[in-house]
């Protein structure tokens, strides 16, 4: 395979083959510039990316606004110290707080910091004022990041046994069973953490009067109700957050991914009865630092001036329309999501398989596991790039098989 590339991109990969670290089996390409919807790879191969790096890019890639953000901090200031206030850092932190209705936030790099913590917020309300409760449930299925106390955290059945042993006071119950849910509340737990929509587990939503229970049982006990809105927050599902959808505010919220339109930024709010850390208790060399803010505060700005929740959701219902209509000829079924966070399924092992074939084809799409293919393009996707991407995704679907033999396509 390597002889078919250009000598830099021959090259390259022989050069990554021996010095970046193997923990994931990735094409043989090499991505080097980005333009709104589009990647092109150092042979000049063009992309349309209806994944925008796993949900992460939403002003697209390289955006304008985030570019002049980014110089125009880096010429003043890239990093302070955490040990002081900085204008962005203070400036995003009421952007943030005014827009959510949340009090106050604390920032970090990854959604796994960010979860990490909402986790010691709880843990510190539960010395606080629940005799010392530490017990966190959550769902399974979910995936809250890859820091060894968010593994605990994630509902991953193959992530039991690894690097064991695991952070203790994880408890994970089944989405939408509030009976599951509340068998598991004990005296010890001091918080409840769920996705709305779990991204990474297969894009399932919970269910309103789910949790509207949950929310009632946290209030009755006093346990923290957390969302974890890092792939769900700011936008990607319709609405600016998806708790908006249920009409519920969580104690905590977590946002990363699209908030930094690919810069590392999370987040973390909460009200002012749980600003509850004492000094040393949390912190970060890079917490709240001045560039990560700029560019937070330049995307966040751009997503709320340009109304981008309302294209996710405009877009996302088009492309669940265009989804339904494919159903008709090809087998995909289950069509579902919030937004621009969609999802279907095909039979086992097709994903992936129909993902390289799309690629080839020069569309990026992504395969969840053997059976889940996940759409998630750029907030600021158009009707005319939307078509686009059904035509090779069609394309893509034919060249493997998936078309549905006309007696099937009747039935359906
Ligand atoms: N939480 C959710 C819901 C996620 O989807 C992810 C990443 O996919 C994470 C947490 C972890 O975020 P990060 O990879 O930035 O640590």
């Known amino acids: 395979?390597?002889?078919?590339?250009?000598?830099?991109?021959?090259?390259?990969?022989?050069?990554?083959?021996?010095?970046?670290?193997?923990?994931?089996?990735?094409?043989?390409?090499?991505?080097?510039r980005g333009?709104?919807?589009?990647?092109?790879?150092?042979?000049?191969?063009?992309?349309?990316?209806?994944?925008?790096?796993?949900?992460?890019?939403?002003?697209g890639h390289s955006p304008k606004v985030l570019q002049e953000a980014i110089a125009k901090q880096a010429g003043q200031l890239v990093h302070a110290s955490p040990a002081f206030f900085n204008k962005p850092m203070v400036e995003f932190a009421e952007l943030l707080t005014s827009v959510s209705g949340f009090d106050k936030a604390y920032f970090t790099s990854s959604g796994a910091e960010a979860n990490e913590t909402a986790i010691k917020l709880a843990r510190k309300h539960g010395a606080l004022n629940l005799n010392g409760a530490y017990e966190i449930i959550t769902l399974t299925n979910s995936f809250h990041g890859r820091t060894l106390a968010m593994m605990s955290a994630t509902g991953k059945a193959h992530w039991e046994s690894l690097y064991?042993?695991?952070?203790?006071?994880?408890?994970?119950?089944?989405?939408?069973?509030?009976?599951?849910?509340?068998?598991?509340?004990?005296?010890?737990?001091?918080?409840?953490?769920?996705?709305?929509?779990?991204?990474?587990?297969?894009?399932?939503?919970?269910?309103?009067?789910?949790?509207?229970?949950?929310?009632?049982?946290?209030d009755v006990y006093g346990i923290l109700l957390i969302f974890d809105e890092v792939q769900t927050g700011i936008g990607?599902?319709?609405?600016?957050?998806?708790?908006?959808?249920?009409?519920?505010k969580p104690d905590v919220m977590t946002l990363a991914k699209g908030i930094g339109?690919?810069?590392?930024?999370?987040?973390?709010?909460?009200?002012?009865?749980?600003?509850?850390?004492?000094?040393?208790?949390?912190?970060?060399?890079?917490?709240?630092g001045p560039l990560a803010m700029a560019a937070g505060q330049a995307v966040v700005e751009e997503i709320i001036r340009l109304d981008l929740s309302t294209n996710a959701k405009l877009m996302g219902?088009?492309?669940?329309?265009?989804?339904?209509?494919?159903?008709?000829?090809?087998?995909?079924?289950?069509?579902r999501g919030k937004g621009l966070l969609l999802a279907f399924t095909v039979a086992e092992g097709i994903a992936?398989?129909?993902?390289?074939?799309?690629?080839?084809?020069?569309?990026?799409?992504?395969?969840?596991?053997?059976?889940?293919?996940?759409?998630?393009?750029?907030?600021?996707?158009?009707?005319?790039?939307?078509?686009?991407?059904?035509?090779?995704?069609?394309?893509?679907?034919?060249?493997?098989?998936?078309?549905?033999?006309?007696?099937?396509?009747?039935?359906?």
Not at 188 to 215: F, K, N, W
Not at 240 to 248: C, D, M, Q
Request: aromatic letters at 8%; a negative charge.
């Open 352 to 412: 992936p398989q129909l993902a390289a074939c799309c690629m080839e084809d020069g569309l990026i799409i992504n395969a969840l596991n053997a059976s889940t293919v996940r759409i998630t393009p750029a907030l600021t996707v158009t009707e005319a790039e939307t078509d686009d991407m059904f035509k090779l995704l069609e394309r893509g679907m034919s060249k493997l098989g998936l078309k549905m033999a006309q007696k099937e396509t009747a039935n359906a």
């Open 236 to 248: 990607r599902t319709g609405k600016l957050f998806a708790h908006e959808h249920y009409g519920i």
């Open 35 to 59: 333009d709104g919807m589009y990647l092109w790879d150092t042979e000049g191969k063009k992309y349309l990316d209806f994944s925008s790096g796993w949900a992460v890019t939403s002003l």
């Open 261 to 288: 339109g690919g810069f590392p930024l999370s987040a973390t709010l909460t009200m002012k009865q749980y600003d509850i850390f004492e000094p040393g208790d949390q912190g970060g060399t890079y917490t709240g």
């Open 164 to 218: 064991a042993p695991k952070v203790p006071g994880f408890k994970h119950v089944p989405i939408n069973d509030f009976d599951a849910c509340f068998a598991a509340i004990s005296d010890r737990t001091c918080a409840i953490m769920l996705e709305l929509v779990q991204g990474e587990g297969g894009v399932h939503s919970v269910d309103a009067p789910y949790l509207q229970a949950l929310r009632k049982a946290c």
């Open 1 to 32: 395979m390597l002889n078919s590339k250009n000598k830099d991109t021959a090259a390259l990969l022989a050069a990554a083959k021996k010095s970046v670290l193997f923990t994931a089996n990735r094409p043989e390409v090499v991505m080097e």
């Open 317 to 335: 219902d088009l492309m669940s329309e265009k989804l339904v209509e494919l159903s008709h000829e090809y087998a995909i079924t289950d069509i």
